[in-house]
């Protein structure tokens, strides 16, 4: 008897083994459709609040330093979101996690629809921000435990692409809203109307919020967590149904990499800063950090830099200039998915390294083209073509390149048990620069004007392009298990409550 279940076991795939290889099917489709919505939902805040922004200027007659509090505040809650209580995925599950965020997403998003004041609006904006920054590193790390190494690559950043749908949704939701307080596109609108239309876009969030937790109800947890957290039973079931083959979990599955903290101790993770950790956390967080500032400054603000482009001094209502800015940066944002595209056709046959430095260069060069088009005589507006070049470049190569390959880079290069550690940190340290890039934007705007503002955010691509020519570390079609083990002296598994 103890002889058959020996052969019985020998012919069980390893658990990790056995993820790493299935083909893709339909049930790994599923759960990288109900994982990676919570995606599109930062796309739409995102871009959301871009569109409202010149309506709570007006109502609240809102200063630059204000208006970068307004625009910041949900970026701000990120960088807690993600970098703070994103470790509890960790220590807790993917699982239970999800349950969380979205709900505080429809909660906060319909409290600030009903916001009594700029101060109520801000608080709310910010756990909004909470919300969006703890679903990426459950979303991330979720995801990379349940896709086979082979496409793991190209699903990691086809999911967060359905960031940029999230982008061309809300300038969707925020034309029809500015069309239907104007009667034409140079009316106006009473202030009423300009209130109930800021509230409406930064309330329709809860939406597709609740039709994504509707969808998220029978997602299973993560087969690698419940064999590395003493749930073996459980793990060998999903990850069965998962691949279709016999499974087994070995030592491997079940090794840790740090020990994890108790209570508030889980919420922190200083094996990310140990020496042989050090390296990965510097190479997923600073190339994230610094393209952020550039693409949350130029993103929010290109309704704000277009129209002070070919607006400005028009004569037209703030309301008309509002819908002019957006429509012109929804043409832009269409570059947003094709770069997308572009990145999920290449990550896995020439690799995220070659793709990340090739978008940071890319997106210096337009930036610079930007603000060396706006010293030329006459001005941008009298070069328009070059001007939707430099965006229309910059949009492209920003997604072909970083803002896909820095999302997927982190859950590839940590271990299993501080994989949502690792990511939020280098999320929050990108809603930093996110943060840094949205609440200064506007003030040097006006005190430095587009070009000095232009060529400062070309200088912070250089240098994170260098950061990653340095440091790099390809993942490639590499078993999670082979990058994380590099240098690393593994610990006794500690079983994790159910």
Request: glycine share 8%.
């Amino acid at each position: 008897m103890i002889a058959l279940m020996s052969v019985a076991e020998e012919r069980r795939t390893p658990l990790g083994e056995a993820i790493d290889n299935a083909p893709m099917s339909s049930r790994h489709r599923r759960f990288w459709l109900l994982a990676a919505l919570g995606i599109l939902l930062d796309g739409f805040d995102f871009f959301v609040i871009g569109i409202a922004n010149p309506l709570l200027k007006h109502e609240y007659d809102l200063s630059p330093v204000m208006l970068g509090v307004v625009s910041s505040a949900a970026i701000v809650g990120a960088i807690f979101g993600a970098g703070l209580l994103g470790p509890l995925a960790d220590r807790f599950g993917r699982r239970r996690i999800f349950r969380i965020d979205l709900w505080m997403f429809v909660v906060f998003s319909l409290a600030c629809a009903f916001a009594p004041d700029i101060g109520f609006l801000i608080a709310f904006r910010f756990l909004v921000g909470v919300a969006i920054g703890l679903d990426y590193p459950i979303a991330a790390s979720y995801l990379s435990e349940v896709l086979p190494k082979a496409a793991r690559g190209r699903w990691l950043v086809g999911a967060f692409s359905l960031q940029s749908v999230g982008i061309l949704l809300a300038a969707a939701v925020g034309l029809v809203i500015l069309y239907a307080i104007s009667a034409e596109v140079a009316g106006s609108a009473t202030d009423r109307q300009i209130e109930i239309a800021w509230r409406l876009m930064l309330g329709a969030g809860a939406v597709p919020a609740l039709i994504i937790i509707w969808l998220r109800r029978s997602t299973p947890e993560s087969p690698r967590w419940l064999a590395q957290n003493g749930r073996e039973k459980e793990a060998v079931e999903v990850a069965e149904a998962l691949t279709g083959v016999p499974v087994v979990v070995t030592d491997r599955d079940r090794e840790r990499h740090v020990e994890q903290g108790e209570g508030l101790r889980s919420l922190f993770q200083p094996a990310l800063f140990r020496r042989t950790m050090l390296r990965r956390t510097i190479f997923t967080a600073v190339p994230w950090f610094l393209m952020d500032i550039a693409i949350y400054g130029v993103g929010i603000f290109t309704p704000t830099l277009l129209a002070t482009i070919f607006i400005t001094g028009a004569d037209a209502s703030f309301i008309a200039d509002d819908m002019a800015s957006t429509a012109g940066t929804a043409v832009l944002d269409l570059f947003l998915p094709l770069g997308f595209l572009v990145a999920i056709l290449l990550v896995d046959r020439v690799g995220r390294i070659p793709l990340q430095i090739t978008g940071f260069l890319l997106m210096s060069v337009a930036l610079t083209l930007l603000a060396v088009v706006d010293l030329l005589p006459g001005g941008a507006e009298s070069h328009i073509v070059w001007v939707f070049v430099g965006f229309a470049v910059f949009n492209f190569f920003m997604n072909a390149g970083p803002n896909a390959t820095t999302y997927a880079l982190p859950v590839e290069v940590f271990p299993a048990d501080m994989r949502a550690a690792g990511h939020g940190f280098a999320a929050a340290c990108a809603k930093l620069g996110a943060a840094l890039g949205v609440f200064l934007f506007p003030i040097l705007l006006n005190d430095f004007g587009e070009s000095a503002l232009l060529f400062g955010l070309a200088g912070a691509s250089v240098i994170a392009l260098l950061v990653t020519a340095v440091l790099r570390i390809e993942t490639r079609g590499r078993a999670l298990e082979e990058i994380s083990a590099e240098s690393l002296s593994a610990i006794r598994p500690r079983p994790t409550p159910p």
